[in-house]
């Protein structure tokens, strides 16, 4: 049995007939009202879509230089041990040919070796790297293949650092 609903007088019912739903305004566009902002977007959308694409190119092309670099560290450790020393050394040798090859080509590069090649290292204008890698690269040829002790330690860490830092700086005119 269901709680009788008292009766309301005539008046009331007719003023609760009469009432509407609320009217809830129309929601607020999130889209701007004008057209400047829509045209900073684009233009704020093309910048970042430009530096996107000239970082991931200049990475990229920037590929070869992380691989050598990714070799030197494995020659740096062959180099700590006296006895595969010189295998790191000719190891080293070989990649900055193959470093030069990627960065400027095989028609300018790969005919080089002795002077010529020593000559090619030494143009970014850094007399120390030349230097360093001058007598590893023209000295190495003529030291014996039996003597693990060929390249003196002390040489070692300058010869790898002007390594080093020829991969990462040099400069390949476009």
Do not use: C
Not at 122 to 136: F, I, R
């Amino acid at each position: 049995m269901e709680p009788a609903t008292p009766k309301l007088d005539p008046m009331t019912e007719t003023a609760l007939r009469s009432l509407r739903d609320i009217a809830m305004p129309t929601p607020v566009s999130w889209m701007p009202h004008t057209w400047g902002w829509a045209l900073l977007a684009l233009v704020l959308f093309t910048v970042l879509a430009f530096v996107f694409f000239a970082w991931l190119r200049r990475r990229r092309a920037n590929a070869y230089r992380r691989e050598a670099l990714a070799e030197m560290d494995r020659i740096d450790r062959l180099t700590r041990d006296p006895t595969t020393r010189r295998q790191g050394m000719e190891e080293l040798a070989i990649v900055l040919k193959r470093t030069a090859l990627a960065a400027w080509g095989r028609p300018p590069v790969a005919a080089l070796s002795g002077m010529a090649w020593v000559d090619f290292l030494g143009e970014d204008g850094k007399a120390e790297t030349g230097e360093a890698l001058a007598e590893l690269l023209d000295d190495g040829e003529y030291r014996e293949p039996g003597d693990p002790g060929s390249v003196p330690e002390n040489q070692v860490d300058t010869l790898l650092a002007a390594a080093r830092g020829w991969i990462e700086h040099h400069h390949v005119p476009a």
